[in-house]
């Protein structure tokens, strides 16, 4: 919430939470935006019906429609209304064709976009093809998870998907870095 709260999310905002798992998020941003502003999206649709179940505590101010099984970032259903996004821990266990996908998929189907939030772990380019020790002691991976990524590999991506983005300089746990993709201009 604190990342969403720097970014400038207002309860009029609709929030996507992609990765959105139990609504770990969800449980804080549901009430504090407008009724029917939060969406979230994961590989398992029960995982998160549980959670809307479990941890918020007015359901109906989630329709359960609003939370969308999505596997590969496609984002089905999700309203071209979205104005901020967020990946909070989704891409350290993935593919780095996953972040492509999502990065794409946001650029391209959500217009009224300001934000897109996403974190991952860096590992710099002499280290990058071999186990990498993050500050905080966590070994994370080129090849599996925990995953890091270069930051020219990070940038290309958003690049590509027709964003721009830039790592924000406070460290995340367990060293993950929050970047913050927009559109240019």
């Known amino acids: 919430m604190a990342a969403l709260l720097s970014a400038g999310m207002t309860p009029q905002d609709q ?3 992609i990765g959105c798992g139990a609504l770990r998020l ?3 941003a549901v009430p504090y935006l407008d009724p029917g502003h939060y969406w979230g999206t994961d590989a398992s649709l029960a995982l998160m019906q549980h959670g809307r179940r479990m941890e918020l505590p007015d359901p109906a101010r989630l329709p359960e429609a609003q939370l969308v099984e999505d596997a590969t970032f496609a984002l089905p259903g ?3 209304t979205i104005t901020l996004a967020i990946a909070w821990g989704v891409f350290t266990h993935l593919p780095v064709e ?3 996908a999502a990065l794409r998929s946001v650029a391209q189907r959500l217009p009224a976009l300001r934000s897109f939030l996403f974190t991952v772990f860096l590992a710099p380019d002499s280290a990058a093809a071999a186990p990498f020790r ?3 002691g966590v070994v994370t991976h080129p090849d ?3 995953r890091h990524l270069r930051l020219d590999q990070v940038l290309h ?3 590509a998907a ?3 983005a830039e790592p924000q300089p406070d460290r995340l746990p367990r060293g993950q870095v929050l970047f913050i993709a927009r559109r240019p201009g």
């Open 78 to 80: 999700i309203p071209p």
């Open 144 to 146: 599996r998870a925990p």
């Open 26 to 28: 969800g449980h804080l």
């Open 15 to 17: 929030l996507l939470d």
């Open 98 to 100: 996953a972040l492509d």
């Open 162 to 164: 027709g964003l721009m």
């Open 157 to 159: 991506l958003v690049t």
């Open 134 to 136: 993050q500050a905080d």
